[in-house]
Structure formats: structure tokens, C-alpha cells
């Protein structure tokens, strides 16, 4: 498919829902009474890779090329011979998958890869309304990456820009401005008693709020500017400031933060009891370096101090002293021995035990406190990124069996760490961890090794062998974030990975959104044909619990079972019972 292609197939994917009817290109439709040197003599004059076959009982088949021109062959070349007067309807699949047009694509991705290998084929029949049309297996799952692609960088509710793409788009703008007089800012906007509206009302009311306030600052926006959902009743705008005169500042600020909150609060009214309430902080970056992350964390800050004053917008400008340049936070935390081991359980659906801990790195600042990934690992070096990969397996390791040699009791199977992409390519990645595994007395059949979905295709082509050297010596390898963008399904297909785990963007929506349950049944499925070990990731809510359990999700990890803690904390828990999931 060309470049051309996938963008308009992209932005038609795009939309809230997709449907089979505008992937389907025509299909040739023989009777199932011709002889199959006839069929032969239609599959030499046109190109197509397969034909619908019909019957005068109504049925509809699918008769494969590749299927089809191999059994003409014969084992022995006698097939043509043996067949050539044959009713082709006697060789045709009647059990092909056939679909309706108006079907999602979601659904049909789903029916096409889960179906027995026997009787899964390169094609996929539609039925519309008064014809049969074709779409290739390829096309469908290509589309599902597409769609996937689209999850990682747009919020699904609102159409806004996804905390990722915000986070990203900011740091392209302060690198803009480095060095310049124009200004980066951030304005920070957040529903005052939204949860009182989702209490009272109903959650159907709340999103549709929160669908009224993203138009609603859409509107408000210049086209420069970035409007995004950081989650909940959290949104942001970024937006680039050119040079003005000194000491007009905040009055700009101030203005920009009460044009947003305007645009949000005014004639908004739910019911005669519930008007539209927000708190805006707005932070602007003065002149020279600006610093994504602490920009963002001044406008929250801002934000918090407007609601509880009720002012209703407050401002920081001139922030430059602390925005100045600095050494990666990552690298500094490295350093200053300020890097904290956290972990999340994962917890087996079936039985309630405790499967696996997943390691999670944390920094405790002097002054920020405890910081989550989110803020230093964006601007991490690689070099950096590398170091973090092992001091994380070296101490995690050597916590784990410390505390299960003072118990003389094993905690869990499994322990689960993450690799960054500057690791994965590491051209000596299996002898390193081989190498810690050795210093710390870890066995290697106890550890899942967790593969970045951002990872691209090169990068998991050159990792390949040293997987396979790790995979080889007991290692598992986790292909993690499955669906986070458009990468997890050619990955499947090209490394050899034990286990997957669903990304929690599709586990949010699998009680109330038909398409995240279609993908996450999907992945399920998929991973079930492929031997693979399946963990749904985010599960916050014993309703999406439930769900899981009815798809037969092997494994779940999230807050509804367990937060992440300090892993000394989450080891000391072990004792004396064993954590389980809820029933």
C-alpha cells in the first residue's frame, strides 16, 4: 500500500466508528455448477487472489487462489486431470467467513484472525445489499493498526489531543523558543465538582460534558495552539507566546486563562441544578530555556491554587530561574542515588493468586518529591535509559530473593522488567542481563523481560538474536503495551515473544465502548492461538474485572487489585497471606 494510501485510510479510520463497506473492493461470483477447469481459466485471465462460489441453496463459499491452484497441481501433477471436470463447488470452503458491510472493523479483525488456522485465509467475504465484495485479512489487520495508531496520540471521548501528543508538542515547542524572546505556555483547566455530575446525573451526562468542553475550548483556540485531555475532567492547552513588551506578562496570561474559562463556564447549564464550573492555572515560560515538564507541573499548581481560592483563573509567568537548563532529571536521579524501587502485582484471573511483580522505577527528588516516569524519562539520554534498565534488574533481583531467603518462601512465579528501546538494541543485551541474573543468584526462567510496543521494526530486528539468547536460557520475553500504537501487531508476526499485556487505554472502555470490548476480545484470542501469556493492564473497576473474566484473560494488573508501592513494601505484604484478586 502506498504512502498516499495508508494517510487516507488513516484519516477515514479516524472517525468514531469504521465499517467493512469502505475497505471492500468487488469480487468475481461463479456458480457452484461450473467445472474447475472453467474456474481455472477465470483465476488465469484475472488477477484475484480468490472468488465467491454460490449454490442454488442459497449458501455463499469462498474459493482461495493459492487453495484452489494447488489441489489443480496435485501431489503429483495429476490433479488437473484427475479434477478438470470436478463441480468447483465440491473444493469451495462453505464455511468461509462471510460478514455483513456494515460491520466494524473492530469486529471483523477479530472474526478473521481467530478463526481455525484451516479454515483462515488471505480473504474475507462481504455481503452488502445487493452484492458480495471482498476485503483481503491483511487490509483488515493493517486497519486495526491504523485504528490503534490513532488510540495512542487521540483521546477517544473527545476527539482532543491524547496527554502523550500534548507532552510531546510541548517539548517541540520550548526547543522552538530556546534561545529566543517568544514564550511557551500552558494553560491548565480542570472541572470543579465534576464528580457530583457523574454521582447525580450519570456518567452518559459527564461525557457528554466532557464532549461540550472539549468543542467548546476548541473553539477557544487559535489554530497554533494544541488543545488536550490529560484524563478525567483534566484538560490543557499549549500554545506558543511571540516576544511582547516586558511587564505585560501575566495581564496576557491572565487574559489567555480567563478566555478558555469563559469559553467552558458560560451558558453552560446541565440542569437547573448544575452549572459548569472550572479552575484555570495558566504558566507561561519566560525567556530562553523552557523546561516541559516543570512547565506543566506550574500550570497544575496554578490550576489547584485558582480552586482553592475561587479566583476562577490564576497565573505563573516569569518562570524562567526555574526553567533553566539542567542535566536530564534521569541522570541526575542516577547519580544522586535518588532512584526508588516501586512495583504493581499481576494477579492470574482464574485462581486469584499472585503471579508476577512488575518493577517500576520512581524518583525521589529533594524537592519535587516522589516523580513517576512521565517526568524523567522523556528527556533521558540513551545512555541513561540503559543505566536505568539495570540498576532495576540488579536491585530488583537481589530485593526479591533477599526477602525470600528470610522467609524461606517463594513470593511469586515471576518478576516482570522493563526494557527501554536504547537496551533493546544494546548489541550485548543478553550477556548484561545474563550477567546480573549471575551476580544476584535470579534464575532465569522467573523473569519476564518486557519489550517497549514503541520499539520500531529495525529496532526489533536487530534485538532478535540476543531475545532469542535470552528466550533460549529460560528468559521469557513480554511484548508490552499491546496497542498503544501501530507497531504491536506487525511485532507479533516478526519476534518470537512469550506473552503480551493489552495497554490499559482499551481495558477503560471495555464495559461502555463496543469497540474497545471488540479489540480487547481480539487480543485475547489472538494471543490464545499464538501460546501467548495475555495480561490486561489499568483494570481500575470490578466491573472491567468481570468483563476480563468472561474473555478468559489469563492475567490483570491495575489499580482496582493492587497500586503500585515501594517493592520492599509490596514484599512485606506477602506476609504471611498472599494478595488475590477480588470476586
Known amino acids: 500500500m502506498s504512502a498516499v494510501d495508508i494517510a487516507a485510510l488513516g484519516a ?45 441453496l442459497g449458501r ?23 479434477l478438470s471436470r470436478t463441480p468447483v463447488g465440491e473444493l469451495v470452503d462453505w464455511t468461509a467467513l462471510v460478514l455483513q458491510a456494515d460491520a466494524p472493523v473492530t469486529s471483523a479483525a477479530h472474526q478473521a484472525v481467530s478463526r481455525p488456522i484451516e479454515h483462515r485465509y488471505d480473504d474475507v467475504l462481504v455481503r452488502g445489499d445487493h452484492d458480495l465484495g471482498v476485503v483481503t485479512t491483511a487490509r483488515l489487520v493493517e486497519s486495526m493498526a491504523i485504528l490503534l495508531a490513532t488510540r495512542s496520540v487521540r483521546d477517544q471521548l473527545t476527539g482532543l489531543a ?29 472541572l470543579d465538582d465534576f464528580k457530583s455530575v457523574n454521582d447525580t446525573l450519570g456518567h452518559a451526562v459527564g461525557d457528554r460534558l466532557l464532549t461540550s468542553v472539549a468543542r467548546r475550548l476548541e473553539s477557544a483556540a487559535l489554530p497554533t495552539d494544541l488543545v488536550g485531555r490529560l484524563g478525567g475532567d483534566e484538560f490543557a492547552v499549549v500554545m506558543a507566546l511571540p516576544a511582547f513588551p516586558g511587564g505585560h506578562a501575566e495581564q496576557v496570561a491572565r487574559d489567555i486563562g480567563g478566555r478558555f474559562r469563559a469559553a467552558v463556564v458560560d451558558d453552560l447549564i446541565l440542569d437547573p441544578g448544575h452549572a459548569c464550573r472550572a479552575s484555570v492555572g495558566v ?7 523552557a ?14 491554587a485558582a480552586k482553592r481560592s475561587g479566583s476562577g483563573v490564576t ?8 526553567l533553566a537548563p539542567r542535566a536530564p532529571l534521569l541522570r541526575t536521579a542516577l547519580d544522586q542515588g535518588w532512584l526508588r524501587v516501586h512495583a504493581q502485582a499481576i494477579h492470574e484471573v482464574a485462581t486469584g493468586k499472585l503471579a508476577s511483580i512488575e518493577v517500576l522505577a520512581r524518583v525521589q527528588h529533594p524537592d519535587l518529591g516522589l516523580v513517576g516516569p512521565g517526568e524523567f524519562l522523556y ?39 522493563n526494557l527501554s528501546v536504547p ?45 532469542q539468547s535470552l528466550r533460549d536460557a529460560g528468559v521469557a520475553v513480554t511484548l508490552d503495551d499491546m496497542g498503544s500504537g501501530s507497531s504491536s501487531l506487525r511485532h507479533i508476526s516478526r519476534l518470537a515473544v512469550d506473552g503480551m499485556k493489552i495497554d490499559r487505554s482499551f481495558v477503560s472502555g471495555i464495559v461502555d465502548n463496543e469497540r474497545d470490548l471488540a479489540v480487547v476480545r481480539m487480543l485475547i484470542d489472538l494471543g490464545a492461538g499464538l501460546g501467548l501469556t495475555v495480561t490486561a493492564e489499568g483494570v481500575e473497576t470490578a466491573e472491567q474485572l468481570e468483563v476480563l473474566r468472561d474473555l478468559h484473560c489469563p492475567y490483570v494488573q491495575g489499580f482496582f487489585l493492587a497500586h503500585p508501592e515501594p517493592l520492599a513494601e509490596v514484599l512485606a505484604a506477602r506476609q504471611p497471606g498472599d494478595a488475590s484478586v477480588p470476586d
Open 315 to 322: 497565573v505563573t509567568t516569569d518562570v524562567t530561574a526555574t
Open 291 to 304: 523546561d516541559p515538564e516543570s512547565l506543566l507541573r506550574e500550570a497544575d499548581m496554578a490550576m489547584y
Open 60 to 82: 455463499v463459499g469462498l474459493l482461495s487462489r493459492g487453495h484452489f491452484l494447488a489441489l489443480l497441481s496435485g501431489r503429483l501433477g495429476y490433479g488437473r486431470a484427475l
Open 379 to 417: 528527556d533521558a539520554p540513551d545512555d541513561a535509559l540503559c543505566a536505568l534498565d539495570e540498576a532495576m534488574l540488579r536491585a530488583a533481583t537481589r530485593q526479591l530473593l533477599d526477602h525470600e531467603r528470610t522467609w524461606a518462601r517463594q513470593v511469586t512465579p515471576y518478576l516482570n522488567v
Open 423 to 467: 537496551s533493546l538494541v544494546l548489541e550485548d543485551l543478553d550477556t548484561r542481563v545474563f550477567a546480573i541474573l549471575e551476580e544476584s543468584g535470579f534464575p532465569t526462567h522467573r523473569l519476564r523481560l518486557e519489550v517497549p510496543e514503541v520499539a520500531d521494526l529495525a529496532a526489533v530486528q536487530k534485538a532478535t538474536p540476543r531475545l
Open 162 to 190: 491524547s496527554r502523550d501528543l500534548l507532552f510531546h508538542r510541548l517539548h517541540e515547542l520550548c526547543a522552538a523558543v530556546s534561545g529566543t524572546e517568544d514564550r511557551v505556555a500552558v494553560v491548565y483547566l480542570d
Open 283 to 289: 504558566a507561561v515560560a519566560g525567556p530562553g530555556e
Open 12 to 56: 477515514f479510520l479516524a472517525s468514531a466508528e469504521t465499517h467493512l463497506s469502505s475497505l471492500v473492493r468487488p469480487v468475481r461470483t461463479l456458480e457452484a455448477s461450473i467445472s474447475c477447469l472453467a474456474a481455472e481459466r477465470v483465476f488465469a485471465s484475472d488477477e484475484v487472489s480468490s472468488t465467491a462460489v454460490v449454490d442454488g
